[in-house]
Nanobody, 125 residues
């Protein structure tokens, strides 16, 4: 089984920054074939796509709502993906989830096989 563990969430003021981390462990992931993504879910809302990165190529993709403010990256040696979040807004408040899978459409939630437990991000106004 694969475990994904997120960290780095917290409380920040509007305009502030946070960096989330997600480390994969357990059964060896076929990292060359996988993509890793970040999703978020605010209270009373559907879980939505934030960003993703293809492990083999480093190709990235972002939701329109975070493009230019968030940046996703990976550390191959540490099996870790990062989400750098800058210029945070109250509407970014949500539980952020890391996910992994052999994904063709990076923004398709159902395509991801493995999920972390989530980390809370709260942006105060």
């Amino acid at each position: 089984q694969v475990q994904l563990v997120e960290s780095g969430g917290g409380l920040v003021q509007t305009g502030g920054s946070l960096r989330l981390s997600c480390t994969g462990s357990g059964r060896r992931l076929n990292y060359s074939a996988y993509a890793m993504g970040w999703f978020r879910q605010a209270p009373g809302k559907e879980r939505e796509y934030v960003a993703a990165i293809r492990w083999s190529t480093g190709g990235t993709d972002y939701a329109a709502s975070v493009k230019g403010r968030f940046s996703i990256s990976r550390d191959n040696a540490k099996h870790t993906v990062y989400l750098q979040m800058n210029d945070l807004k109250p509407e970014d408040t949500a539980v952020y989830y890391c996910a992994a899978g052999q994904v063709f459409r990076l923004s398709l939630r159902a395509a991801y096989d493995y999920w972390g437990q989530g980390t809370q991000v709260t942006v105060s106004s």
